[in-house]
């Protein structure tokens, strides 16, 4: 009988007519290929076409199923466009309207071949529209005429025009000390009036929001109903490990590769103080209330029991991928069993549970990991320039490649009875945590606990109900099982008649409610990159400068 390996290995073997492979293009790579030259050649065409406000000079320039992708300079929306036929449609609509123009190329052009059917050249330009500066990605593949052609294009706001950041040379003098402190306790405390935006929820992706829109010069507090800063993290179980940078203020070329969380949550508390940001702890968002004027009324209570009422002109949810409510299966029974059941949020030590017996319900983890891949703002754009449904096509192929390197590992787990799945269409576990945020488990040694049987398992059937004693005894149950998803948390804060205008896979961007906007807790670089997208939309906004939606 084939092995669930082997029957990827057969689904897979089939190459995707979505990917632009070289002997679909009918084209072949030459030995000493120019990588520069090939944009260089490419670019002149494309400047001249962007500068005459030719679309259809433009839109030849693309394979015919090319991709543009761009997140707010165009469109000041999150688009993708699939085809010759819309990415026309696009330019013709907003190609002049946005005055895309001053199209500058990189250099450090690079050929990309992930697999040997399978190449481009990719490289990186600069450009201007009517009130902000930004980076476009391109990747160009060839053709049996020899001509190189887009198969990917990505256009992102970088920065508005007369509202640039304060950073570099562009920060800020202080005051003498004394004074900085006085207009610190009255910046944090908001006594001589209201902040533009309120912020609910101070882990990383609130934290980063209030960075982004602080340099952008947008009053804003941050309401955090812990203790301290961090506490998300600092109270999770001692050998939770994670990853990866932060805006402004990236780690220490010493970090360890995998972050303890008791030392990301100091950093986060070390990194809100240090940019000043303004955070209130141990603080509830009690209610969020669209106002006739198009504000949002916002009734916070403070740690000392009082309230006060804010009116803002925008509210951020920043509320955790999962909105921080724990999902706890309903299982019959459970009033009856004797033992301890919890959730994993709750998790500190094994040492709790010595000399105990375990079932753990749920086996898989929300982690991800990237390292070495360049400078952050070149590799974040470099990522999300990549749309979505290629990053599936692409992930069905490394799946396989992942699968074969790890083949006896997969085998071994196989033979002991645990069940194997290779994310949503076969597509691994990058798709799996851009779909679901999780379904997957990153191996840091429990596959080899579970294969020499150290870890037991039991798959075959569904947990039926709990009883005194049953086929599996334990002390403890412990729930694995995620989360229950944000819209429960904005449904509690801003009724179900405002939650149900929204669009639940509005992060970052327009949510379908006017300047209520979803800061996804993603992964650190996710928020790291996205919050910048963010505040962008609302200091143009502030601003007078936001334009049109575009959403045909």
């Known amino acids: ?72 300079a165009l469109t000041w929306e999150f688009r993708t466009f699939h085809g010759v036929a819309k990415i026309k449609k696009f330019l013709d609509d907003q ?6 123009s001053i199209v500058k190329l990189r250099d450090g052009a690079e050929l990309k071949q992930p697999y040997p059917d399978l190449a481009w050249v990719q490289a990186l330009f600069d450009f201007e529209t009517n009130v902000g500066v930004g980076t476009g990605v391109v990747r160009l593949v060839p053709t049996a005429s020899g001509e190189w052609k887009v198969f990917t294009l990505y256009t992102t706001l970088d920065d508005l025009k007369a509202f640039p950041e304060k950073i570099g040379s562009r920060r800020q003098f202080l005051p003498n000390h004394g004074k900085w402190l006085s207009q610190r306790a009255e910046e944090s405390s908001f006594s001589k009036g209201d902040p533009s935006v309120i912020v609910v929820g101070g882990g990383q992706s609130g934290l980063d929001i209030a ?88 009734v916070v209570e403070k740690a000392d029991g009082t309230t006060r009422t804010f009116v803002v002109d925008h509210v951020i949810m920043a509320l955790g991928l999962g909105g921080g409510v724990p999902k706890f299966p309903s299982i019959p029974g459970e009033d009856e069993f004797q033992g301890q059941t919890l959730h994993s949020t709750r998790h500190k030590s094994a040492k709790d549970h010595l000399g105990k017996k375990v079932v753990i319900v749920g086996a898989c983890t929300s982690d991800t990991f990237w390292e070495g891949v360049g400078p952050t703002d070149v590799s974040d754009r470099v990522h999300t320039s990549m749309p979505s449904f290629l990053v599936k096509e692409l992930g069905k192929r490394q799946t396989k490649d992942i699968a074969e390197a790890d083949k006896d590992l997969l085998e071994s787990l196989q033979k002991v009875g645990f069940r194997l799945g290779w994310g949503p269409e076969d597509a691994g576990f990058f798709y799996s945590s851009m779909t679901r945020g999780g379904g997957y488990y990153l191996d840091v040694g429990t596959s080899q606990l579970i294969i020499d049987g150290k870890i037991k398992i039991k798959n075959d059937s569904l947990i039926d109900r709990f009883t005194k004693t049953g086929s ?35 992060a970052w961007r327009w949510l379908g409610v006017p300047n209520l906007w979803f800061m996804m807790g993603a992964n650190l670089a996710m928020c790291r990159y996205h919050s910048k997208h963010l505040a962008l939309q609302i200091k143009a906004i502030q601003e007078g400068v936001y334009g049109k939606r575009y959403a045909p």
């Open 472 to 506: 599996v005894e334990a002390d403890v149950v412990m729930y694995a099982t995620g989360f229950e998803g944000a819209t429960i948390s904005i449904k509690r804060l801003v009724g179900d008649e405002l939650a149900s205008r929204g669009e639940q896979n509005g």
């Open 211 to 298: 960075a982004r829109l602080k340099m952008l010069d947008v009053p804003t507090l941050v309401i955090e109903k812990q203790k301290r800063i961090g506490d998300q993290w600092r109270d999770r179980y001692q050998a939770l490990c994670l990853h990866d940078p932060t805006p402004y203020i990236s780690f220490p070329s010493t970090w360890p590769v995998y972050t303890p969380a008791q030392k990301l949550a100091n950093w986060l508390e070390y990194y809100a103080e240090a940019l000043e940001l303004n955070v209130w702890t141990s603080s509830t968002a009690e209610s969020v209330r669209l106002l006739d004027n198009g504000k949002y009324e916002v």
């Open 1 to 72: 009988m084939a092995s669930v390996f082997d029957k990827l290995s057969d689904a897979l073997n089939t190459r995707d007519p979505a990917l632009p492979t070289l002997d679909r293009l009918g084209a072949s790579l030459q030995p000493d290929l120019d990588s520069q030259k090939v944009v260089t050649e490419w670019f002149a065409k494309f400047a001249e076409a962007v500068s005459a406000k030719d679309t259809t000079k433009i839109a030849d320039l693309f394979l015919e199923d090319g991709w543009w992708r761009d997140h707010l």
């Open 95 to 100: 190609l002049a309207p946005f005055e895309f």
